[in-house]
């Protein structure tokens, strides 16, 4: 029933556009395509500056339909310098990677309203071509290039609108012109881009802004840090399994370990890299994992393996290093999408000695905190055997009321006291918190480890998506004879925690409670198999997009380049398949060439020479015409014979039934001197 009102309002629309003088209808084009430019923008930019355009593009659409006249610069100038002033507030500068799209933005607004000659229209045209790749600063999904590609489509046919001599082609027609010139210009890109010699570094950024807008781990942990990231649906890295991975429950991906506590956050402890590509005082036993990580950039040094690694990884373009607490770390922070290889053994021995070095590092507790909380961890020390102590406090947190949840209630000055004696409810970095502050009492080394744990598997490609919503907070405690021993407080409140991924979060939503471009595929399919297995396919070419595109390094560009030249003869073979390549094209375009006529432009060349004497050719008039006009004008009676029998001879060739003089173009040619 809404079909009908939808199209007849559709066809008045069309039936409007169609009354109006050509010089709107395109002006009313540009406008379109710099709204489907600017409007990405909407989901970063300041509130003010989206509104003004919008209210400076609705201003241009009223005067184009009303025919009124363009507000004059004393109306514009204030409005641009109170506009630039907004942006020095708004972001104080004028600089930079933010400040700069919006005043870009801003000019691409305001010059819709002095659009008064030919050449404005082309400097918007040009205008909007730059703004487009500003888009790719703040997303580059495949959604993000599918809209740039519409984008340029819109703005190659307002362009060629304006192009156009006497009659103009359907809409349609010039949006397919449009879509082609797009098409056609795919295969040249894509050869530049594997073959074009790439730069280290992310693909589109600037140096200024590569630290911002990234979320991820932090190397300290408080009450509700976690449970904060965990609302996020943000990739934070992708896992390709080369040998069978290892159960859910064992699929904990180290990060960092945090040893000092404040009474509330807990810290790193002055760090000691461990030397060489081993992992220090580590005994790997059982079958060996290998797997291949896709870290999203998140402007930290962390880096991520299944727990635990054998090795640093080799990163291209990072030194990597593995600290005594077996956190790996590159030496400068990952602002670009970086992959690498990883070998883990879930079955190791970490430490396993007679007596641990600097025990006292990791039984240190801050003097004051947490009264009740120490009281109890003491309690414990009527345990001789150390795995009866965890036993205990595991067996408190099952059998008690404690409560697993991702909204906790906000805790005072003794974090610990009320998480376990007053509110009982919190995420795992409560847990984790609250277990290594009883062990420490109780006299057992214990410390937090902080990283992910979990992950999608998608059936598609087979690639496993850890999301910041699976990051966790886990302890570890040192046992003599048995070293480093994971324990997760958690899974004893809430064992389907480890046992199975967490409920897909939200995805991002900006101010207007809109997902980001790239995150529309990312919906919660819930119980609908279609939706689920949509979202598969989604995410496996968003994968597949990374991988192939965004991840396109100098290393993957030798690789792809060192395996095509293997199956070829040699690298002059390649060259010379690109001469040839280019010599066919050369010879299509050559081949697909209009033609002109020589004798229209010998023609063409006589009305030249008339028109300089005073007798240009109307553009109605045909040859006949012309020369009875010529035959009263006053000219020299040789002129007058020549261009007479000039004409006489052209209109045969033009409009007779017999066959052209084989001679003919000679014969024109010297009455063309004759008259000159």
Not at 173 to 183: M, N, P, Q, Y
Not at 269 to 274: K, V
Request: net charge positive; charged share 20%; hydrophobic share 50%.
């Amino acid at each position: 029933m809404k079909a009908a009102p939808l199209a007849a309002l559709g066809g008045r629309l069309a039936g409007f556009a169609a009354r109006l003088p050509r010089d709107k209808t395109d002006t009313l084009l540009l406008l379109a395509a710099a709204l489907l430019v600017l409007a990405p923008h909407a989901l970063h930019l300041p509130l003010w500056v989206s509104t003004l355009c919008a209210v400076t593009l609705a201003w241009r659409v009223v005067i184009t339909v009303r025919g009124q006249r363009l507000p004059p610069s004393l109306v514009l100038l204030p409005l641009a310098a109170a506009s630039m002033a907004g942006v020095w507030l708004t972001y104080n500068t004028l600089l930079g990677r933010d400040a700069g799209v919006a005043m870009l933005v801003l000019l691409v607004a305001f010059k819709m309203l002095e659009m008064r000659a030919r050449r404005d229209l082309f400097v918007v045209v040009f205008l909007c071509f730059f703004l487009l790749l500003t888009t790719f600063f703040y997303a580059q999904g495949i959604g993000t290039a599918l809209m740039m590609g519409a984008s340029v489509a819109v703005l190659l046919a307002a362009q060629l609108s304006f192009q156009f001599t006497g009659e103009l082609p359907p809409l349609g027609r010039r949006l397919w012109l449009g879509a082609r010139t797009v098409l056609f210009a795919l295969p040249l890109a894509a050869l530049l881009f594997f073959l074009f010699p790439r730069m280290q570094g992310p693909l589109w950024g600037m140096p200024g802004d590569a630290m911002s807008g990234r979320t991820g781990m932090s190397n300290s942990m408080a009450p509700g840090s976690m449970a904060s990231l965990a609302q996020s649906d943000e990739t934070a890295f992708q896992v390709r399994f080369i040998d069978p991975p290892p159960s859910h429950a064992l699929l904990y991906w180290r990060g960092l370990v945090l040893g000092e506590f404040d009474g509330r956050t807990w810290t790193q402890l002055p760090r000691e890299r461990g030397a060489g590509q081993a992992v220090a005082g580590a005994l790997m036993r059982g079958r060996a994992i290998r797997h291949q990580i896709t870290l999203e950039p998140s402007g930290q040094r962390w880096l991520f393996a299944l727990d635990l690694p054998a090795a640093p990884p080799q990163v291209a373009g990072h030194a990597s290093s593995v600290s005594a607490e077996q956190e790996m770390s590159a030496a400068y922070p990952i602002d670009t999408r970086v992959r690498y290889d990883a070998v883990s053994h879930p079955g190791y021995s970490l430490q396993a000695g007679a007596e641990l070095a600097g025990a006292a590092r990791w039984l240190a507790l801050p003097f004051g905190a947490n009264p009740r909380a120490l009281a109890a961890g003491e309690a414990l020390r009527g345990h001789a055997d150390p795995f009866d102590r965890v036993r205990a406090v595991l067996r408190g947190f099952r059998e008690d009321t404690f409560v697993y949840t991702m909204e906790p209630p906000l805790l005072g000055r003794h974090t610990v006291d009320e998480f376990l004696f007053k509110t009982k409810a919190g995420f795992c970095e409560h847990y984790a918190s609250a277990f290594v502050f009883l062990m420490r009492a109780a006299g057992v080394p214990a410390r937090v480890v902080t990283g992910y744990q979990g992950g999608e598997v998608n059936p598609v490609d087979g690639f496993l998506t850890v999301r910041q919503s699976d990051a966790h907070a886990w302890a570890e405690v040192w046992v003599a004879g048995r070293g480093w021993l994971r324990v997760d407080p958690t899974a004893a409140v809430a064992p389907e925690r480890v046992q199975r991924p967490l409920a897909r979060a939200p995805s991002r939503m900006n101010r207007f409670g809109i997902s980001a471009l790239d995150d529309l595929m990312n919906f919660d399919a819930g119980n609908s198999a279609l939706l689920t297995q949509l979202r598969y396919e989604w995410s496996a070419l968003n994968n597949g997009w990374n991988q192939w595109v965004l991840n396109y390094t100098p290393e993957r560009q030798r690789g792809v380049l060192d395996s095509f030249a293997a199956g070829l003869v040699s690298v002059k073979t390649l060259a010379a398949l690109a001469v040839l390549l280019a010599l066919l094209v050369a010879a299509h375009v050559r081949r697909n060439r209009p033609r002109h006529d020589p004798i229209d432009a010998l023609y063409s060349a006589l009305c030249l020479q008339l028109g300089r004497l005073g007798l240009a050719r109307a553009a109605d008039e045909g040859p006949n015409d012309y020369r009875a006009r010529i035959d009263s004008a006053r000219l020299e009676p040789r002129q007058k014979d020549a261009a007479a029998q000039f004409l006489r001879l052209y209109s045969a060739y033009k409009y007779g039934a017999q066959p052209s003089d084989p001679g003919l173009a000679a014969t024109l040619k010297s009455l063309l001197i004759k008259f000159r």
